[in-house]
């Protein structure tokens, strides 16, 4: 089947065999046609041994340069025997065999059929070459539509699915350990790591002044540097509400004014924006609300990170850490859950570093004073109720005696935990 882009171009197939009998059959009947025509026209010299143009070298001629050697050396032998017997049987005027004439048709037909079989092989090389480009042409236009479609599945799995919230904030911490404060080299690596997680392909944090975008005091980029409008109603809105805000939730008489996306404030636990993180551009694919919120959760965890330290078990750390879930829990519906162990002294010393080897890369644990007497709080960001129940029943040696409470974190007082004394 001829492609598509082969339209107008005779394609010839080697893998076809060339019929043979019709190649004989052709032979003859034109060596016979010459040898007729030439006997009706002059009858007296019909193969033209007396002068003039010897038209009967036709038919080796274009026998040998249709088929090649072998063809076009038959004819001429066809023709030989024709005049021998036409001498023989004084058809044709001649004292005795014209051996130059004969000698010059056999030279023509040689030289026709070897000119046309050296021109066929290199035709026939050609047409290999030719066949051959064109099958892998079709394979890698073949592979080439496979590997597309593949890759737009690939868009639609990763758009559907998402990063790991997770994971993005279990890797997280080591990406900004030994690192504290909000400096320009902590946010340059800060959003070098959202835009990993997140799909930026342009984007910056601009610092405050006066609880304004400071549009001259870049922090961090990715990607081309772009020009900033501190009036630019996403970045306005983000602003004002302290919250995430993405250009389709904008009003229609805003959305000719913007050039920006997302505005994402870089505010920590306690609600302080420092900087804000502007995303110019970024995959289609990863322009929905979940990617984003993953985002704004991101730099929110990576923010109190910078802002805190890394003490896992102090108890501004874990006050601080509580803060944030309980916003990621009252902005984008997050669940946390809240474990409180209370007892005995003794009790509560000893099962306290079983509890904090068994606590996960995100879980916060600390130890507190309540009344006189020590209280385990531990910290479990992205887990319900149920889940932590089932995480408690996989932790050995913890005595039956303590009194152990499960609480949501949006069902808990923040002051409450922020009145935490230190054990």
Same mark, same amino acid.
């Given at each position: ?8 171009? #005779? ?18 009947? /034109?060596?016979i ?6 006997f009706l026209? &002059? ?9 003039g ?38 058809? &044709? ?34 047409? $290999?070459a ?8 079709? #394979? ?28 993005g ?6 990406v ?5 404060? /909000?400096t ?17 392909t ?17 922090l $961090?980029?990715?990607?081309d ?5 501190? $009036? ?7 602003? #004002? ?15 000719d004014?913007?050039q ?27 322009f ?37 879930v309980? &916003? ?12 409180r ?21 995100? !879980? ?7 009344? !006189? ?15 932590? &129940? ?14 152990l409470e ?6 808990? !007082? ?6 935490? #004394?230190?054990?």
């Amino acid at each position: 089947m001829k492609k598509p882009w082969l339209e107008g171009i #005779e394609v010839v197939d080697v893998n076809t065999p060339v019929s043979v009998w019709g190649g004989w059959l052709e032979t003859f009947a /034109l060596t016979i046609i010459v040898i007729a025509a030439s006997f009706l026209t &002059q009858q007296q010299d019909p193969f033209r041994l007396s002068g003039g143009f010897p038209w009967p070298v036709l038919a080796p001629l274009l026998a040998g340069l249709r088929y090649g050697f072998v063809y076009g050396f038959a004819s001429a032998l066809l023709i030989l025997a024709n005049l021998g017997v036409a001498i023989n049987l004084e058809w &044709q005027s001649s004292s005795g065999f014209p051996l130059p004439w004969a000698v010059g048709i056999v030279v023509v037909a040689m030289v026709a059929g070897g000119f046309r079989d050296m021109w066929g092989r290199r035709l026939h090389r050609l047409e $290999g070459a030719y066949q051959y480009r064109a099958e892998r042409l079709e #394979e890698f236009t073949r592979s080439y539509q496979l590997l597309r479609l593949s890759h737009d599945r690939l868009e639609q799995t990763v758009a559907n699915s998402g990063f790991s919230l997770r994971e993005g904030i279990m890797h997280l911490e080591p990406v900004l350990n030994g690192i504290s404060g /909000l400096t320009e080299s902590s946010l340059q690596k800060l959003i070098e790591f959202i835009a990993e997680y997140g799909a930026l392909t342009q984007a910056c944090i601009v610092g405050i002044t006066a609880d304004n975008i400071d549009t001259g005091r870049v922090l $961090g980029s990715i990607g081309d540097r772009f020009p900033i409008d501190d $009036g630019d109603p996403v970045a306005r809105s983000a602003l #004002e509400s302290g919250e995430l805000t993405a250009v389709n939730l904008m009003e229609e008489y805003a959305l000719d004014q913007n050039q920006l996306l997302a505005a994402i404030p870089l505010a920590d636990s306690t609600g302080e924006i420092h900087a804000m993180l502007l995303v110019k551009s970024m995959p289609f694919f990863a322009f929905h609300e979940s990617n984003l919120k993953l985002i704004a959760v991101l730099a929110g965890h990576g923010v109190d990170h910078l802002r805190f330290g890394t003490g896992g078990s102090s108890i501004a750390r874990f006050i601080a850490a509580f803060g944030r879930v309980h &916003q990621d829990f009252l902005r984008f519906r997050l669940d946390a859950t809240l474990l409180r162990l209370s007892g005995a002294y003794s009790e509560i010393m000893s099962v306290y570093e079983k509890l904090r080897s068994s606590t996960r890369a995100i !879980d916060l644990i600390c130890i507190t004073r309540y009344q !006189d007497q020590p209280v385990i709080w531990i910290l479990l960001p992205l887990t319900n109720t149920s889940n932590a &129940q089932a995480w408690m029943q996989r932790v050995d040696g913890v005595p039956a005696t303590l009194t152990l409470e499960f609480v949501a974190v949006g069902d808990i !007082d923040p002051q409450r935990i922020r009145s935490m #004394e230190a054990h």
